[in-house]
T-cell receptor, first 111, second 114 residues
Framework: EDQVTQSPEALRLQEGESSSLNCSYT??????LFWYRQDPGKGPEFLFT???AGEEKEKERLKATLTKKESFLHITAPKPEDSATYLC????????????FGKGTSLLVTP | NAGVTQTPKFQVLKTGQSMTLQCAQD?????MSWYRQDPGMGLRLIHY???????DQGEVPNGYNVSRSTTEDFPLRLLSAAPSQTSVYFC?????????????FGSGTRLTVV
């Protein structure tokens, strides 16, 4: 059973066109929801951790929010350098703090 | 601090060969884990460790062995490589402080089995 589902799978935006990526989760007793950015050929790069519903965090053009069932990664006025795959993850139950990842959203921002 | 170091970065194996993917961290993190990433599949947990001498299976452990003799090292062994093990492998280490967890990922090993 999937615990983390991301949508859309791929997203193409024009530079400056704001949008949101979605991450829905079904794990009980959430101990943290994580957002990562991954560039081609690189490992995941940490963006945010959210712990409780209502929490929000921001970094430059990115803002992450959390509800009891899902998280959103809002991208405001994106630039081509924001093009990457964005991964969402939760702590896997009974797995020594290992993470359970969604399949990711591939974002392309065109000039 | 070097963080999490994975070697090699690239490897080509023939079916049936064995090899070890190395993972080392210099942050004294207690927890370590191995993932594989395939196109369209996200990262999937192979094995994890909660401390030296303690390992357990994740979601996709078949065909892989691990050991953790020291805090720093967590090697992943492919016993008899198969084309289905062609993937990108990531190692991560993590720590817990105040009930909150932080993770550091290596840069990955790209493995091709022919």
């Amino acid at each position: 059973e999937d615990q983390v589902t991301q949508s859309p799978e791929a997203l193409r935006l024009q530079e400056g066109e704001s949008s949101s990526l979605n991450c829905s989760y079904t794990v009980s007793g959430l101990r943290g929801l994580f957002w990562y950015r991954q560039d081609p050929g690189k490992g995941p790069e940490f963006l945010f951790t959210l712990y409780s519903a209502g929490e929000e965090k921001e970094k430059e053009r990115l803002k992450a929010t959390l509800t009891k069932k899902e998280s959103f990664l809002h991208i405001t006025a994106p630039k081509p350098e924001d093009s990457a795959t964005y991964l969402c993850a939760v702590q896997a139950p009974n797995s020594g703090y290992a993470l359970n990842f969604g399949k990711g959203t591939s974002l392309l921002v065109t000039p | 601090n070097a963080g999490v170091t994975q070697t090699p970065k690239f490897q080509v194996l023939k079916t049936g060969q064995s090899m070890t993917l190395q993972c080392a961290q210099d942050m004294n993190h207690e927890y370590m884990s191995w993932y594989r990433q395939d196109p369209g599949m996200g990262l999937r947990l192979i094995h994890y460790s909660v401390g030296a001498g303690i390992t357990d299976q994740g979601e996709v452990p078949n065909g892989y062995n691990v050991s953790r003799s020291t805090t720093e090292d967590f090697p992943l062994r492919l016993l008899s490589a198969a084309p289905s093990q062609t993937s990108v492998y990531f190692c991560a280490s993590s720590y817990v402080t105040g009930g909150r967890v932080g993770y550091t990922f290596g840069s990955g090993t790209r493995l091709t089995v022919v």
